[in-house]
């Protein structure tokens, strides 16, 4: 059974940075592609970034694009999010999802990702 866990939310000023972390249990974890979607209170959840199985692409949804960078280390079975420059919209509990059929990672839609961790809380004060 996969099991992904979310780590590294919390509180931060406008601003200031952060690194989400993403643990992969349960399955070879470099035959999935990656991603990270967030949740904003009464919004629905959103693509944020994306990242091959290999780490060779990346994809980025515009409003962070510039100020984030999704990484993985395979050795780890790890998958981050670090994100520069937070602002108060970025306020969100964040998830990793697991793509086990897509090997560039390419998907921004929910539905494709097959496993999905708990979430971790960001919230970023002005």
């Known amino acids: 059974q996969v099991q992904l866990v979310e780590s590294g939310g919390g509180l931060v000023q406008a601003g200031d940075s952060l690194r989400l972390s993403c643990a992969v249990s349960?399955?070879?974890?470099?035959?999935?592609?990656m991603g990270w979607f967030r949740q904003a209170p009464g919004k629905e959840r959103e693509f944020v970034a994306a990242?091959?199985?290999?780490?060779?692409?990346?994809y980025y949804v515009d409003s962070v694009k510039g100020r984030s960078t999704i990484s993985r280390d395979n050795t780890k079975n790890t998958v981050y999010l670090h994100m520069n420059n937070l602002r108060p919209e970025d306020t969100a509990v964040y998830y990793c999802?697991?793509?086990?059929?897509?090997?560039?990672?390419?998907?921004?839609?929910?539905?494709?990702?097959?496993?999905w961790g708990q979430g971790t809380q960001v919230t970023v004060s002005s």
């Open positions: 349960g399955r070879t974890f470099s035959s999935c592609a």
């Open positions: 999802a697991a793509d086990f059929d897509s090997i560039y990672g390419t998907s921004r839609r929910t539905q494709d990702y097959d496993a």
């Open positions: 990242i091959s199985r290999a780490g060779g692409y990346t």
